[in-house]
């Protein structure tokens, strides 16, 4: 949600109407954000999408939605104890552009652990259904082997240990 320091994507009114419709009519709802965040052009995405969200109970949806638009947790974002990939859909409708690269830059700012982010050239929100073979290529950059062929693990990584106590390893935030 837009705030004075942040812009999310979403203004207040946006979200409280789009959790009225979903309350009131969840698979309306569904039928406009389905085709929307994966992008319409691929019907098997929207119809595979579209299945998913219809095997939700409306209500169970209903409060999924309260949590993701309405829980603030970019503070976590100053306490990422490992290396991460941020990978981002250049045309998503529900995180625009923006919201990746404040991810990315606060977590700079917190030093806490090195992060990068990888921009995938589509449209939706999804990068699994949108393009599973950029985001093939992105997962075996990051988990497979380095830019230059080398394998790369956990112990390639610098790491504040001292944040969280989390184990060091190597994270990717879709």
């Known amino acids: 949600m837009n705030s004075a320091d942040y812009e999310g994507g979403f203004e207040a009114s946006d979200i409280e109407a789009m959790l009225d419709r979903i ?3 969840f698979r309306g709802w569904a039928e406009g954000f389905v085709p ?3 992008g319409s052009a691929d019907p098997w ?3 595979r999408l579209a299945r998913s969200f219809f095997a939700m109970n409306p209500r169970v949806a209903y409060a999924l939605a309260r949590m993701i638009f309405l829980g603030d947790q970019r ?3 100053d ?3 490992v290396p991460c990939t941020l990978v981002h859909v250049s045309r998503d409708f529900a995180a625009p552009p923006c919201v990746g690269r404040y991810m990315q830059a606060r977590m700079q700012a917190a030093r806490c652990a090195a992060v990068a982010m990888e921009t995938i050239d589509s449209v939706g929100h999804f990068p699994q259904l949108v393009a599973p073979d950029a985001l093939f290529q992105i997962l075996n950059l990051v988990l497979g ?7 790369v693990g956990p112990a390639d990584a610098e790491v504040n240990s001292g944040d ?4 060091p390893q190597s994270k990717l935030l879709v």
């Open 23 to 25: 309350s009131s009519d």
């Open 36 to 38: 929307l965040a994966v």
């Open 45 to 47: 995405a929207v119809e």
């Open 75 to 77: 503070h976590v974002l």
């Open 79 to 81: 306490h990422v104890a």
């Open 145 to 151: 082997s380095g830019r230059n062929g080398e394998k």
């Open 164 to 167: 969280i106590g989390m184990a």
